[in-house]
């Protein structure tokens, strides 16, 4: 499916599982534990951020996360974050109109809930 980015707001990081990259729990100062791999675990910061995308029918919004998210704002998360935040919202409004590939697939959760997992290629001029 190509389209292109049309905006992307609500960006934030998450503690993710070096093991799974999963969300992590925090229990005590420094210490994450991982409900998917039911232990305390080492963490990276981890991307994720809501982008709208469009084509010549409609728009849609979703949210990208992890190394989807790094790869649409073409940096790596440390590299984002280092920015001050008025280099940040003038980085994410370059992407505005960027074309990109996505390839999403649905899958329904264990509670019944239809997720959108995919994949994102940027397409370079």
């Given at each position: 499916y190509s389209c292109w980015?049309?905006?992307i707001g609500k960006k934030k990081f998450y503690h993710a599982?070096?093991?799974c990259k999963k969300g992590t729990d925090k229990k005590t100062s420094g210490v994450f534990y991982c409900p998917n791999c039911?232990?305390?675990v080492e963490?990276?910061?981890c991307h994720t951020l809501t982008a709208t995308f469009a084509d010549y029918t409609s728009h849609f919004s979703l949210d990208v996360i992890g190394e989807h998210a790094e790869t649409l704002i073409e940096l790596k998360n440390i590299e984002f974050y280092a920015?001050?935040?008025e280099k940040q919202l003038i980085h994410l409004d370059s992407l505005k109109c960027k074309n990109v590939t996505?390839?999403?697939k649905p899958k329904e959760d264990k509670?019944?809930?239809v997720i959108v997992y995919g994949q994102l290629k940027v397409q370079t001029p």
């Open positions: 980015v049309l905006d599982c070096k093991i039911q232990k305390n963490t990276f910061h920015l001050s935040q996505l390839k999403l509670k019944g809930r």
